[in-house]
């Protein structure tokens, strides 16, 4: 399925002086949804006194609930769709913020997320049914406050991600900017640095996946603060750059000769997102394990 990295930075207004070099997505997590995501990568910031999300050391002013409540909104309204969200780098990272994160999913009547026990157990041999019964939004009067009383029975499951039930795979070394070029198509040795580039997707793809724990492939470019300083100088940004170098057009035609996929990352989903969706549901099988769900 395809995860949005860095999700909650959707909520990044333009008006922000830091949008260039931190925005990954457009739009809250339903217009996400929209556009083809099935998963989210947040990262809760337990600052300013609520439970926020944030993106490095930029602190998103979205609260974490009303984020959820949007993914909530539209399950609701699309309930034979699976919404996955994985929760990773807790913002301090200490049992105090998780408390307060999981309190703030228990105040959403979302289930327990997996691996907040401390174990993934849970993931093996889960089918997407499975997963589907265990993350029942509950409809009627206590979803009354969230979405209409005739929306609801959709599914949200939640995990422990990053460094607990999921495999990040990131690369620090696939930047977009380089001393010899960039990778905006056109550009001085673009075509060298999206192989670089696909070809990682490839090898990340080729790994079996562990049976208690899902992998991410990062399909998209990571930022230094050397390739940022770049970036700002050619007038860019991480939203431009997906798709002045075509990575999510790419890998539509991509997609088929990928071995495993459980979470395919993007930056910038409501670019080819839609057709990212239908080109990993042309492969999904309904009843393969959560941990090779293709779509």
Same mark, same amino acid.
């Given at each position: ?126 089918? #997407? ?28 499951? #939640? ?137």
């Amino acid at each position: 399925m395809i995860r949005t990295h860095d999700a909650a930075t959707g909520y990044i207004s333009r008006a922000n002086v830091a949008w260039r070099v931190a925005k990954t997505q457009d739009g809250n997590l339903a217009q996400q949804l929209d556009c083809g995501a099935r998963a989210f990568d947040l990262r809760p910031a337990c600052k300013l006194w609520r439970v926020r999300m944030h993106h490095g050391a930029l602190i998103i002013f979205t609260q974490l609930q009303d984020a959820l409540k949007d993914a909530i909104g539209w399950a609701n309204a699309h309930p034979d769709e699976l919404v996955v969200v994985s929760l990773s780098h807790y913002d301090p990272d200490d049992d105090e913020c998780r408390g307060k994160v999981w309190k703030v999913l228990a105040d959403l009547k979302l289930m327990q997320s997996i691996g907040s026990d401390g174990s993934c157990k849970k993931l093996r041999g889960l089918t #997407v049914d499975g997963a589907k019964n265990m993350s029942k939004l509950e409809g009627g009067k206590s979803n009354a406050s969230l979405v209409s009383k005739s929306l609801s029975g959709g599914h949200l499951f #939640v995990l422990e991600g990053e460094a607990k039930c999921s495999d990040a795979n990131w690369d620090p070394s696939i930047v977009c900017y380089r001393d010899n070029g960039d990778c905006h198509q056109g550009s001085e040795n673009s075509e060298e640095i999206n192989k670089e580039l696909f070809d990682y997707i490839e090898e990340t793809a080729s790994e079996t996946p562990l049976p208690t724990r899902l992998s991410s492939i990062p399909a998209h470019w990571q930022y230094s603060v050397e390739s940022a300083f770049r970036m700002t100088l050619k007038g860019s940004n991480i939203l431009e750059d997906a798709e002045r170098s075509e990575v999510n057009k790419r890998l539509v035609d991509f997609i088929p000769q990928l071995k495993y996929i459980n979470f395919l990352q993007v930056d910038n989903v409501c670019y080819y997102g839609p057709q990212l969706l239908a080109a990993l549901r042309a492969r999904a099988f309904s009843r393969k394990p959560l941990r090779g769900m293709q779509q």
